[in-house]
């Protein structure tokens, strides 16, 4: 990045190691754990993200089965190494008595997922124990990305401490917090609300878990769309959170992969519009104008931080 | 419930303890502590809950009527006695300075209210006196519920401190914290906004009051419908309570009870979705899958819980 | 005011005095520090309150420029004495490194300012910092109002300490904080979202604002609308933040300005109905009524309340 626009967007001195480290999440596919046909296929998919799941995607009786299919997947090391995205392992929460024997399996297999996510965190002692986990289950120098899942109501009180420990337990520990998932169906179930298309019900939580993940340097996934044909609906609710600032969402099918991933990419008229605007403003500036006025809007510094930040999405995406 | 569903649920262990005393608040019905013959009308009423006003309802001149009243109706004990309701009274503030002698004559009556419901409670002394207070007054091991009322800007701020400190002063109280009350049109003077019909305006407020009285446990009633003639606005303000995960709604005129009281009821289209998931749901279990399609969506536990709340709501209206 | 509706209404002991000190801040205009001739033109326009920019405004090239050009106003004193508004400065924010030198320019002129205006306050110690800063560089007992933006997502995290912060410390200081700034183009960059001309992404971040504000006695002032030329949506959204609480807007354009402070004041059918209801509510608390109808609504204190604000607006604005 052009070192003059840093010094007026007034990027943390760490830019260019978190640009380094950014991995997309746009889509988040979710895999069942037990059945390594399907895990198989996800390999050949354009995704982001995928999550072996032992949680929610699998039955009681099938957990053990998840875990060793799992393990024997991390053995054989991370398929398609010539196309970067996150391969990753959803543990069943703390609270569920089942997390330990899933860190125990996954977190010793002959290679390391790039990511464990962590469901219904509620609380900073539960990134406390995992902190102490991973530090004492993984071998050597290694780690692992952290995504936490805020699912309940008691989460969203305890938001910004579960994000400041997750921050500060990182620096001396074996893993990197890197997102909040907003895990919609729990949370709705959580205050007894009812969903409706719109989802104005949950506007709180869902830009609450926005603001507190961009205040941490989160990134921030959104809810599940659960009618996984019905490719219009997701494609509006895809965009509903990019414009709260979202900047990936959950997918439980893989029809809703291309989908989800060209929503959160900014159009090409946005594109057109930033990089016109970024030009206009460096010829302003040199000039020695602070704010100018550019296809009928009065510009000065925070549109512009928002048309770099279109510029930014890009070139994350197409790394 | 069946202890399967339990199982999958994790529902507290306490779950029957508050099955028991639950009890629905759909429609909180106001009626002014200087009228018995309004009083004596309420009755006759199927309302879920009546509050006996000594505050708003009643002049400033009135106050020491009021309390006469209500306490005179105390002596005699509760009416109808073969209904389940809730027989409460609304002492004034604290801040007023009314509220010590409401509580001294109100809980020193032949008979305790089931609830005393306390308005405009700002932050954790406040909950602190009120213990204080009732534990002094109330006699042997009586004890009384506790409605909190949130209707200024400050007490939102110190709204999640609040409910835990009345959660965990009531351990060694005489009451009993069991709701919150969203008190809209104290709340929207006390930030100067102005009402518009569709309350986008307040959805904050409404929605951080709904969240932190489930992470506590609560139920949490939505505001008054002022226009007490227009019964199709109310249903649609109740009905977007409802969604929001609201539990029931304050009501000013007795017209009001029955549009609420069915409102805040699941539809039968959601009880025979609700039934028609529950049952596949466990059908797949047994066969070891973790999510499964129903209905064009895909399933897992959260949506489960989701159908579990519908059923749970009709339940408990019912007992 | 009259004595019966301060006790029916339970103002603040000190209310006279809030109001005597009270400046109405309906539209905030900008104007380029640099530019003495623009600086010049805003005298002449009937504004609330004038902003001479030294942040965002000016181009990084020309902050000395803008700190001596207004320092020459100041020297010169307040122009236009017959007509009350608000005179200020906005600094440059305390992390650019560039603040102490603003203030140190402007805040030992021969005049200071009305008002001091800080961008981007991000927590407590920036407050603790201006605190200090102001207190040894102006002379004698004099003192500044303060107006805090807020801009970032952390911002939001922390506004509720902000707040207390600015309002102990102010106590033993030589400022006065009076408002918070909703810096919205800020804020959507800071959290990555997208604009939408309905602002629905940005909901939670203006509901806390206001209710926070509010919460400690400050105006809240909203966002700028950029499209300069467009005033219908600049009146759509003045409304919108009207109803949500907001005391104000700031505004880029001299051109924005009647159309914004005549969208803060009430409309004359609002006046009308609150004159309305006080009388009724006069009238039936001398026969002892607490609640009556008006309307078509069923009326007590709360709605009383807002009757009041509308009446409390208008005689403010007209001071």
Redesign the interface.
Known sequence: MNSVFK??L?LPSNFETFRRFYTPRRALLYV?G?DVKKITKTESLDVDCVAM?CE???????KDVARETIRGILDKGKPNKSRKYDWGVRANSI??GLCEEDLKSLLTAKNLPDTVLLPKVQNCDEIKWFSDKVSSIISGNNSVNLIIYI????S??NL?SICKTAVDLSKNSKFRPCALVY????F?????????EEN??????R??L???A??YNLQAIDM?Y?????LEGLKKQSEQG????F?GKQV??PGQVPVVQNAFL?TSS?VEWAQGLLKSFKE??KT????F?YR????????M??A??IIE?VNLAQK
Chains 1, 2, 3 share one sequence.
Do not use: C, W
């Not at 895990?183 to 729990?186: A, M």
């Open positions: 010094q007026f007034r069942p037990d799941d929610d995607g699998v039955a009681i009786n099938k609270d569920s699912e309940t109501a008691m969203f009180i910004p895990g919609g169906d729990d709705v179930a959580s205050i007894g609300a009812i969903k409706t104005t019900e949950t506007l709180y939580a830009q609450k926005v603001l507190v961009k205040a599940v659960i009618k996984y044909k019905d990019l414009h709260m600032g900047t439980i099918h900014p946005q302003h500036q020695g104008k602070g704010a006025t009928g809007s009065m510009i000065d510094m925070p549109t931080k928002q770099q930040n999405i």
